[in-house]
């Protein structure tokens, strides 16, 4: 797509997709690209601009992709490269744009690379991953998957040393030492750049680099493959966006946009965990407090936010007090909890309580940053904890209500994951036939929700400031840009809030609602009294008449 | 139904901010400025600490100081607006003042902050007083625990304290409440406690607010409300009391809201004192030796002087109030030399109940006569301290037990006197 303005993505709403799991057109029980393609035009009727699509590479699928195998092709259960250009072009024909993941941190073990440089200790592509004779090496680094690894470091048989890995062990780390290495992964983002995707999403780059003596995050080093990836980028595919998976405290993640020579967007991961326990706490101070901790970034970058994803609802971004809380309240049943973090999609944890859901979303559209829409929660799907890892919360699209949820038309046996079947969340209850019935369903009013935040654009780009009521079950906020002032109030506590706002710096304006378009009292010289229901938002638009 | 009319609609309006909670920790203050700021860093730390997940708001009931104590009370608060970098804390916690009209009145505090417990719905309600310098952080976890955690409705202190402290409560509120209301706690009067949010509607319903026990003795009548309604009680230790050192101290006050408060009781529960009382089940948390060596700050050669002087002094007052053999027993007391000055329990038990009976006869004006208590109380202290000076924790044990024997076996006569025999 043409880049008409280079910070398109501040505007986005970007709804992440995982191929496999959205619609099935060849019948094998797999959704793949054509699929995909076939249901543009629900995604373009939802509202969303921008599609973030999970890997799709050739992959073994030890972890749903995240272990690529090829990064020039797609997964043959996904389709070929010309169905991969189709849907790209598709997509961009309704003004969707189009996220890649690239996985910059490892491979698969299954990949030609490795199997090379295992092959032998003088195979050329050795020094393509990072190798030792023993298992000491970095002492200072952390592990991630506390639930499956106990090192960073495993034995390989073959070449008789151990390998690096951050994630799984059959996840090896590539070495960003080797500017052969280098190269070929930005021939591998040129590659997919030519083709016309519009963004990256790269992910687990805090890891990309080792040094002894460091924890191996967020070193100096990744910073430079970063930028060096950037400005090769901005200079042969201007108008592209990087956005960065780094789960980590606002500080560190700062460091990442650079001088706004390194990535464009960042996942704000901190902010998503304190959003729930600000509900469930019926108390702003989680969300504010990290806000306020979060700090200014170069004016081309912007924040990302999700309510929910792929992964666990991850709880590594916060204290162990906080993270005992968000267990008991969250995840009650042990099975939901898997490594530091929560495997729930966003209707079960919120109870399937409507106004709970409403209210998230809500806040997703208004605090700053570029919303992201996991699939399936527009319509209140579940999740499926017997599933292992995180399959649970990767179930098919739920289309209809007949044969498999509509997302295939295989038999029920052969699909990659089983369907939600559950009289609350199952398919038969829950799916977008239904939803698209009635002007009140919970995706018809995530459409509205789309349409307000797509058409203020202050909402994108705007500044934040906080009013602070004395009712703390209130978080309001102002939203800036240029004239145009947005208040949004949100009540975070299950029962009716009166709440004191004020509001004299706009003194004499008048507060139009923006979603019924209704006018409520100008704004006088007394606080502003507003008293709102259970869960309930305003969006308000301050006009001076 | 509650009685709100006593907060102010700024109160209210800071009420509304707070919205309902699960503890309320009340502050009853006045000019306390010298103290009150550790009090409530302690109380916020033990909220932090043991209550972190639990809805809480510091509420202080102020009878209008003027040394800056509210504003120290209300930095205690927790916000996204103001927090120190040191205090980690899940949620809000809001720290507000109030002051109130008529005061200062201890039970005007507390009826203020009832309301606001009411108001609030909050399941349980602590009030600590801003002389507890030594309170630490566990007493929030003693004082609310066994109400949250074990449905109790009133949690009553148990205290190390110095060895001469509490003298009026020893010499005259424990024995009184036990042998008439068969409520044997160690702190009937007590200046820490919690109770039950539905207790504390039940207090909030009495029709006492307007009484002098609505005003002062609050506290030992709420004792004794709770235990003779059959309300669930519990004592829990809470450590080490001392008064501060500055603290004011009004012997005349004190008497006027504990025997003021006991004498207005019989009136209250004289079936239950007429018969023989069913012990009140008070069961003890945590309880250590409630009694600490240290040295007596008291000077008895005064108690002694004061004693005899009062006596001679108060001789009309005392002729309208007792019998004629207490009057003269007394009279001849004070004509002992101070080295062989020794008022027995047998006869301060006597002179009590009889004061008792004046004052529901009100033979003349009622604070007068708990005034003339005073420097009897005195003489009596005197012996409480030669008799102690010297005991053990069990020595002293023993000697409260043989005090209450003789409040216990001057009781028919305090039933006599009040059924109208002379």
């Known amino acids: 797509m043409a880049a008409q303005d280079g910070l398109w993505y501040k505007d986005a709403v970007i709804y992440q997709v995982h191929v496999r799991a959205f619609y099935d057109s060849s019948g094998d029980g797999n959704g793949d690209f054509r699929g995909l393609a076939q249901k543009l035009d629900y995604l373009q009727e939802l509202g969303v601009n921008t599609i973030w699509l999970m890997p799709f590479f050739p992959s073994p699928l030890r972890d749903d992709g995240y272990d690529i195998a090829d990064y020039r092709t797609v997964n043959p259960t996904y389709g070929t490269l010309d169905d991969f250009k189709a849907f790209l072009e598709a997509a961009h024909q309704r003004g969707i744009r189009v996220i890649i993941e690239m996985v910059l941190n490892h491979t698969s073990d299954q990949h030609p690379w490795f199997q090379e440089s295992r092959s032998s200790r003088s195979n050329p592509r050795r020094d393509w991953y990072v190798w030792s004779d023993t298992d000491t090496k970095y002492k200072g680094t952390r592990l991630i998957f506390l639930d499956t690894e106990l090192s960073n470091w495993a034995w390989d048989p073959v070449s008789k040393q151990y390998y690096w890995h951050r994630f799984f062990s059959h996840q090896p780390d590539l070495n960003y030492d080797n500017p052969q290495v280098r190269e070929e992964m930005w021939d591998i983002m040129k590659f997919w750049l030519q083709m016309g995707v519009d963004a990256f999403r790269l992910d687990a780059v805090p890891y990309l680099v080792e040094r002894e003596g460091t924890n191996c995050e967020n070193l100096p080093e990744t910073h430079e493959v970063i930028k060096d990836l950037r400005a090769r980028m901005d200079r042969e595919f201007p108008g592209r966006m990087l956005l960065a998976e780094a789960n980590q405290w606002p500080a560190d993640l700062r460091a990442y946009f650079g001088n706004g020579d390194e990535f464009n967007m960042a996942f704000h991961f901190p902010l998503m965990p304190r959003m729930f326990m600000g509900l469930k706490l019926e108390d702003r101070k989680p969300i504010t407090e990290i806000l306020k901790q979060t700090p200014e970034i170069p004016e081309n970058c912007q924040w990302c936010l999700f309510l929910r994803n792929h992964d666990e609802l991850t709880l590594e971004m916060v204290t162990d007090m906080e993270r005992d809380y968000m267990y008991d309240e969250y995840a009650k049943d042990k099975a939901m909890r898997l490594n530091l973090g929560i495997r729930r999609r966003l209707a079960p944890l919120l109870d399937n309580d409507r106004r709970r859901i409403e209210l998230m979303n809500g806040l997703l559209m208004s605090l700053p940053g570029t919303p992201i829409i996991y699939y399936g929660d527009e319509i209140g799907m579940g999740d499926n904890v017997n599933l292992g890892d995180r399959h649970g919360v990767r179930t098919p699209m739920q289309w209809e209500g007949g044969w498999n949820g509509g997302f295939s038309p295989a038999d029920p046996e052969t699909l990659y994951s089983p369907l939600m079947l559950n009289p609350v969340y199952g398919f038969q209850a829950i799916n977008v036939q239904s939803q698209k019935r009635f002007e009140h369903s919970l995706l018809s009013w995530m459409k509205r929700l789309i349409r307000v935040r797509k058409a203020t654009p202050v909402l994108g780009r705007g500044s934040i400031q906080f009013l602070y009521p004395a009712n703390h079950r209130v978080l309001a906020y102002f939203r800036k840009l240029g004239n145009e002032t947005i208040l949004a109030v949100n009540n975070l506590s299950s029962k009716a809030q009166a709440v004191e706002l004020d509001l004299k710096e706009y003194r004499g304006s008048i507060l139009v609602e923006m979603f019924g378009r209704n006018i409520f009292p100008r704004i006088g010289d007394l606080p502003y009294l507003l008293t709102l229901g259970p869960y309930q938002f305003f969006w308000f638009r301050l006009r001076r008449i | ?422």
């Open chain 2, 1 to 422: 139904m509650p009685d709100e009319s006593i907060l102010s609609d700024g109160f209210v309006r800071e009420l509304m901010t707070v919205g309902d909670v699960d503890i309320v920790v009340g502050v009853p203050t006045y000019n306390d400025a010298r103290s009150v700021g550790q009090v409530v860093q302690a109380v916020r730390a033990g909220l932090l600490k043991h209550f972190p997940r639990e809805r809480s708001v510091i509420i202080n009931a102020d009878g209008g100081s003027r040394d800056g104590t509210q504003d120290l009370v209300r930095a205690a608060a927790i916000s996204d607006l103001s927090v120190a970098s040191d205090v980690h804390a899940l949620r809000t916690l809001h720290s507000i003042s109030t002051q109130y009209e008529g005061g200062p009145a201890n039970g005007i505090a507390i009826h203020t902050i009832l309301a606001a417990t009411d108001l609030l719905q909050a399941r349980t309600c602590a009030i600590v007083s801003p002389e507890s310098t030594t309170l630490e952080p566990e007493w929030m976890e003693r004082l609310l625990r066994p109400v949250l955690r074990d449905g109790n409705d009133l949690v009553l202190p148990i205290y190390r304290r110095p060895k001469f402290d509490g003298l009026l409560i020893r010499n005259l509120v424990f024995p009184m409440a036990n042998v008439l209301y068969g409520c044997s706690v160690r702190e009937p009067y007590p200046s820490d406690f919690a109770f039950s949010g539905e207790l504390g509607s039940q207090f909030l319903g009495q029709d006492i607010w307007n009484q002098e026990q609505g005003r002062r003795g609050t506290e030992l009548w709420m004792t004794l409300w709770a235990a003779l309604g059959k309300r669930k009680l519990v004592q829990s230790f809470l450590g080490a009391k001392t008064r501060r050192e500055d603290a004011p101290s009004d012997l005349v006050a004190a008497m006027r809201e504990t025997a003021g408060t006991l004498f207005t009781s019989l009136d209250a529960y004289t079936s239950v004192w007429h018969s023989t009382p069913e012990a009140i089940e008070t069961p003890c948390i945590g309880c250590e030796p409630a009694i600490s060596d240290g040295p007596s700050r008291l000077n008895r050669k005064r108690l002694y002087d004061m004693f005899t002087f009062g006596v001679k002094e108060l001789d009309p007052v005392f002729l309208s109030i007792l019998t004629t053999p207490t009057h003269d027993e007394l009279k001849r007391l004070a004509g002992v030399p101070e080295e062989k000055f020794s008022f027995s329990g047998e006869l301060w038990a006597r002179t009590v109940y009889e004061f008792a009976i004046a004052f529901h006869k009100a033979v003349i004006g009622r604070d007068h006569i708990v005034q003339a208590l005073v420097p009897l109380f005195r003489g009596r202290a005197h012996t409480f301290l030669t008799q102690n000076r010297d005991a053990s924790v069990e020595e002293m044990d023993r000697n409260l037990e043989s005090l209450c024997k003789a409040f216990e076996q001057e009781k028919p006569h305090l039933i006599d006197l009040w059924d109208g025999g002379k």
